[in-house]
């Protein structure tokens, strides 16, 4: 196909605003990561990795008491650290977490979208109410998220500006009795894709982390409904799933941790519009 000269134009500015933005980051100031669902499971695993990286960090949640006790940890560790308590499904509350982050430390560097919940049902049961639940935290939540950022990091015109989506092997896979949450993921990693290309012009990177099986509250519920629907016996669910992992271990938050570091770090500042799956090898056994 021909190129189109005034795209081709207009995509080395962007190109060009992007690196003239990282030039002019200051290396001396200290850069600002939120992270939604960050009172419990991955979220806080990813919170204490990027508090350690040396980031201050603000910790949204939906459940008031997990998120007065983690943002003790972090003060008892030491770490910049503030907390927001909403529901990732509400724009408004989006929007108030990123004024939060900025009040209370200047600026957004990364914002991680990282809530998210599961549904175990058959596709013969899954209702109106079902659909809309799911929907509105895994992916109305995160579309809501990439705004309240995206409209932030274009406002400071340092540094690239990164967001990170929680996506999930059933971003890549599908899964029997996880059907819909398969399906929020399919689009989460869809909105990645077209948010990349959208916010590139603004030097804003948009990727993904795609775990495997964690053994967080989620795979407790998980496992339960399992058991529940195909009659399996309590543990039997995960184990299944568990033995699919060529590494031959389910993983713990710091291995998802480790991944978004990287996608938070000047070191991704090349990458965009990933959905990096980090699950032992399981998805391409
Ligand atoms: P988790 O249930 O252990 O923790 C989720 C956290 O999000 C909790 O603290 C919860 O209170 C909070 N939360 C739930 N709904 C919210 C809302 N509406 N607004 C704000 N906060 C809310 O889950 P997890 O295992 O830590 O999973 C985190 C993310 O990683 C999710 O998006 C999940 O889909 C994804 N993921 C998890 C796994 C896994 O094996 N655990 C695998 C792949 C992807």
């Not at 060009?16 to 499971?41: F, L, S, W, Y």
């Not at 989506?165 to 689009?187: D, F, Q, R």
């Amino acid at each position: 196909m021909p190129s189109n000269p005034t795209q081709d134009q207009a995509g080395t500015r962007s190109a060009h605003r992007a690196v003239q933005r990282a030039a002019r980051a200051q290396p001396d100031t200290q850069r600002v990561a939120v992270i939604t669902g960050g009172a419990a499971g991955l979220g806080k695993g990813i919170a204490t990795r990027l508090a350690a990286d040396g980031l201050a960090v603000v910790l949204s949640d939906i459940d008031a008491d997990k998120l007065a006790a983690t943002r003790k940890a972090f003060e008892a560790a030491g770490h910049a650290v503030e907390t927001f308590q909403g529901d990732v499904s509400k724009r408004e509350d989006q929007q108030a977490l990123v004024a939060k982050a900025v009040e209370a430390f200047g600026r957004l560097d990364v914002f991680v979208n990282n809530a998210g919940i599961e549904q175990v049902k058959p596709l013969d049961e899954v209702g109106p109410d079902d659909l809309d639940r799911i929907f509105r935290i895994n992916v109305h939540g995160v579309l809501y998220g990439m705004q309240a950022a995206a409209a932030q990091m274009r406002k400071q015109d340092d540094g690239i500006g990164k967001i990170i989506n929680a996506c999930s092997i059933a971003g890549h896979e599908s899964y029997e009795m996880l059907g819909i949450y398969c399906a929020t993921k399919h689009v989460v990693r869809s909105l990645t894709q077209t948010a990349a290309k959208e916010y590139a012009r603004d030097g804003i990177t948009v990727n993904a982390y795609c775990p495997g099986v964690a053994g967080t509250s989620m795979w407790d519920r998980i496992d339960a409904a399992m058991s529940h629907y195909l009659g399996t016996a309590p543990g039997e669910a995960f184990e299944k799933f568990a033995a699919g992992i060529l590494l031959g271990r389910t993983q713990e938050p710091e291995d998802v941790a480790n991944l978004v570091s990287f996608l938070a770090s000047p070191d991704s500042d090349y990458i965009t519009g990933q959905a990096i799956i980090t699950d032992g090898g399981m998805v391409f056994r």
